[in-house]
């Protein structure tokens, strides 16, 4: 993807790029984040609320397993369980970028945003560990709904002791204890 300095800087305010605890000790890796968010689009899409939880789930369940995340990406607890962090900025910039499509739907609780992949899945862009853990949330979660999601992932410590301050989550303090 080309970027110009403007863009260089712009995606630089929302996005990590030094190793630190919050981003799992890695150092965070744009690429692999864009990826994996192709990596859970279908033909059908995913909502935004079940793309940001299996992100999470993701690097998180990497994280247990190999002490290091994928992406380096950090997420936050809100209302509706973990997210990336900056997520809609991040995902404004993968539209723009025509990498995925969003299409915003006004349903009776508010408007749902339904992502679709526009660019195609590179499995190259990750090692065999890293497939497998993508392969993994995929599989224990394809069956449930964007709120299913939601709720399962209310029941996470790293989410119940940091949504009433939006905290960023730990992942040496947390990942350890997701429910995978």
């Known amino acids: 993807m080309n970027n110009t300095i403007k863009e260089i800087e712009w995606i ?12 799992g000790y890695m150092k965070p890796n744009f690429n692999k984040f864009i990826y994996m968010v192709l990596f859970f689009l279908n033909s059908d899409g995913v909502f935004k609320t079940k793309l940001n ?12 397993l190999y002490s290091q995340g994928i992406s380096g990406s950090r997420y936050r607890a809100i209302e509706f369980g973990p997210v990336p962090s900056e997520y809609d900025a991040l995902y404004n910039w993968l539209f723009k970028k025509n990498v995925i499509n969003i299409i915003e739907s006004l349903e009776r609780w ?12 590179d499995e190259k862009i990750f090692d065999e560990k890293e497939i497998n853990t993508l392969r993994t ?44």
Request: charged fraction near 40%; aromatic fraction near 18%; include cysteine.
């Open 12 to 23: 630089d305010l929302v996005w990590p790029h030094k190793i630190r605890k919050d981003t």
């Open 53 to 64: 939880k299996l992100l999470f789930y993701a690097d998180f369940h990497h994280y247990k």
């Open 110 to 121: 508010g408007v749902t945003e339904n992502f679709q992949r526009k660019k195609e899945f």
């Open 137 to 180: 949330i995929h599989d224990k979660f394809k069956n449930f709904s964007a709120t299913e999601l939601k709720d399962y992932s209310h029941k996470e410590k790293a989410w119940i002791e940091n949504k009433d301050s939006r905290k960023i989550i730990d992942y040496q303090k947390y990942a350890f204890e997701i429910c995978i």
